[in-house]
């Protein structure tokens, strides 16, 4: 039996996509291995309808719920490569050796960000330590905040902030090298610079830190933090080999109103596409390929 459309990726923009999709009764399978950036934010707090902030996690269960009251295929393993047969259609193959043979595909892969290893931090992300400022710039308004960073990153992210508040540390955790004229704009900016592995985080509760340790014993107290970190990684390899057009920065570029990419049969949506990294932005796009997805069913 061959598929409609397969998912691959079942976060945010994935589930919305099923979401439409089932509701055309389309015969569809989501492909998804359970980690992802919506796994991760603990509170998402710029969502319309939800002031006080939601979980990645409820999102997701809700999601999934929904996908499978209209009958949505939900597998729980990882695609590793997909094949592209000569009469359009696609195989996808699933780490358990199963193969998913499907008309349309799909792609929802979204980024793997990099996060130090610290302990107490997963709980925290969202909550009071954050990782977009577009997202999150808000909630430290006029608040105290630490950034912990890589070399230039982490100060363009510094710099960035004092939009939001004057009071920040950039604690240059990788100890990359940062770029002369960039520290000279630190400075300028009163941004103390410490070029410092963070050793430990305080967290007064979970999820709500409390300050950082660096690693020559130096204390820093703060109730709120940014990560800025590099080594995120766009999960764009698995699109490669057919021929799914990349950026130089990997991500994947499609038709900005169908979200089609430029192998006919294939979209992607989300984190993976290069725009804004926002929640929102993934649930639209999943919305809005769903329904091209449908059109190009209807006429095939
Ligand atoms: C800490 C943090 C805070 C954030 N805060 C905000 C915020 O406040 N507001 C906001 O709008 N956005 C925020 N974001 C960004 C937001 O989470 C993302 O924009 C959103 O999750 C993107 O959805 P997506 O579906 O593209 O990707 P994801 O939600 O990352 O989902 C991708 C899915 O693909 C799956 N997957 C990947 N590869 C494979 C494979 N080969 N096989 C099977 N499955 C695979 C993963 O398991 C995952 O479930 C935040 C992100 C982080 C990390």
Redesign the pocket.
Known sequence: MSYDCII???????LQAAIQLGRYNHNIAI???????????KE????LGWPDGVS?DFFREQGRKQALSYSVNLIE????SITKKDNGTFVVHLENGADLPGKKLLL????T?RIPNLSGIYPC??KSI???PD??GYEITNKKTIVIGSGNKGAHLSLLLTYWTEDIIYVNHDLEEIDKDLKAKLKTNHIPLYQEEVSELHCKEEGYISGITLSNGYKIEANHAFLAMKGTKV?SD?AKNIGVERLENMHIHVNPRTKETNVPNVWA????VNHS??????MGDGAQAAIWIHKSLQSS
């Open positions: 691959i990726g079942g976060g945010i923009g994935g492909v998804d291995n359970g980690s992802g950036r919506s796994t991760l934010c998402y707090h710029n969502i990645g393993d990882t695609a590793c929802a892969t979204g980024l960000e992300l969202g954050y990782i977009c997202c999150d999960n698995i949506v989300g984190d993976l990294q926002l929640l929102s932005v993934a």
